[in-house]
Nanobody, 127 residues
Framework: QVQLVESGGGLVQTGGSLRLSCAAS????????ISWFRQAPGKEREFVAA????????YYRDSVKGRFTISRENAKDAVNLEMNSLKPEDTAVYYC????????????????????WGRGTQVTVTS
């Protein structure tokens, strides 16, 4: 059984930073891809960043490139999302997800391919 638990969300001002963590149990880290998605009120869930086990490789949505960094913390069986220079448009519930397989830079953006999801953590950026 795979379990994903997100933490680290909160309220921050524009320009601030947060570090999200996705703690994984079960076989999560044996899967090919662990990613972060986000969903703002009234909007569809969208891809944020992915980390592949093969390579490894990282992929980001354009709007967070240079500001967000996804990384794996093996000692804690966690995948982190370091978020800097936060903007109000980054406000959303952030979810981590695991894909049982592999994906291309384009494929990793498709939420329908992911097999397991956490419950999310709220990030609110005030102006």
């Amino acid at each position: 059984q795979v379990q994903l638990v997100e933490s680290g969300g909160g309220l921050v001002q524009t320009g601030g930073s947060l570090r999200l963590s996705c703690a994984a149990s079960g076989r999560a880290f044996s899967f090919g891809v662990i990613s972060w998605f986000r969903q703002a009120p009234g909007k569809e869930r969208e891809f944020v960043a992915a980390l592949t086990r093969r390579g490894p490789s990282t992929y980001y949505r354009d709007s967070v490139k240079g500001r967000f960094t996804i990384s794996r913390e093996n000692a804690k069986d966690a995948v982190n999302l370091e978020m800097n220079s936060l903007k109000p448009e980054d406000t959303a519930v952030y979810y981590c997800a695991v894909l049982d397989g592999y994906c291309t830079a384009t494929g990793c953006r498709d939420r329908r391919l992911y097999n397991y999801w956490g419950r999310g953590t709220q990030v609110t950026v005030t102006s």
